[in-house]
């Protein structure tokens, strides 16, 4: 691996090609002078190609950034990264720059950033991870219902862990066998009300506004009054439930239309 540059040595210089060395290990040659009186040695010494990252994994936060890292090589290389959509890697100075775009998507992700040369064959690779951005929202926060009650379901859009409950002193609303599904009673109570339920996601608490409406009957007339001939009389009704009209004992009374629910 070691030869006179003919071409270029006289007897007053010496010029001699080493070759690159594929070896993974450092090696040594002499070159030695003699004459008749004398003999002198010279020491070549050629390290083994190097390429290597001290640091194998990268972690980045959903912001995204730069790190720099050292390599320690003694020879060219080139550098890749994948994915390309949000990873980039480049090289300056025997330092890699690895560069990640921020994450707007719910989940983790990785990559990888291969440093190589080809002509000796070597590589390194260093991993590369990105959290997620944390995500909790809901569907809907405000739920409106009738005396008669119902059911409704949210929709959770999350990426990080959470709980959810009733609120304490709302048994009028209650959680369905299916997950994330309630209930809600005919409210009997004679008022309107409302109750809350309360999502938290270890950060902070969200809540959803459960409203309902108290029954109602409104009637125009209270009394009626007829002379002796008899005849007919409307009452207007307004209500937000089913009602029937009733005549109890009063046989000489007949209800001829009925309005409303």
């Not at 083994?48 to 194998?56: I, N, R």
């Not at 002509?119 to 690779?125: C, E, H, I, K, V």
């Not at 569907?139 to 119902?150: C, I, L, M, N, V």
Request: aromatic content about 10%.
């Amino acid at each position: 691996w070691v030869r006179e540059n003919l071409d270029k040595s006289s007897d007053s210089l010496k010029v001699f090609f080493v070759r690159r060395n594929p070896e993974s290990s450092d090696r040594k040659a002499d070159i030695v002078f003699t004459g008749k009186a004398f003999k002198a040695v010279v020491t070549l010494s050629q390290r083994h190609p190097t390429l290597a990252v001290a640091d194998s994994l990268v972690s980045f936060t959903d912001d995204g950034g730069q790190v720099a890292l050292a390599v320690d090589t003694n020879i060219d290389f080139e550098a890749s990264a994948l994915p390309a959509d949000w990873l980039s890697a480049s090289i300056k100075d025997n330092t890699l720059q690895i560069r990640a775009m921020p994450n707007e998507g719910m989940d983790a992700r990785k990559g990888r950033v291969v440093i190589t040369n080809d002509f000796y064959g070597l590589s390194d690779t260093i991993a590369v991870t990105q959290s997620a951005k944390d995500v909790f929202s809901l569907s809907q926060k405000q739920f409106q219902f009738d005396p008669y009650g119902g059911s409704c379901q949210i929709k959770v859009l999350a990426n990080v862990p959470y709980s959810y409950s009733v609120e304490e002193g709302c048994g009028w609303i209650r959680e369905s066998a299916k997950p994330l599904c309630f209930d809600v009673d005919r409210n009997t109570s004679g008022g309107p009300r409302v109750g809350h339920i309360i999502f938290t996601d270890g950060k902070s608490a969200t809540e959803v506004t459960v409203s309902q409406d108290a029954a109602y009957l409104r009637l125009s007339e209270s009394e009626l009054e007829f002379d002796t001939a008899g005849g007919s009389a409307g009452i207007s009704v307004e209500s937000n439930v089913k009602y029937i009209v009733g005549l109890p004992g009063c046989f000489w009374l007949k209800v001829s239309e009925v309005g409303g629910r």
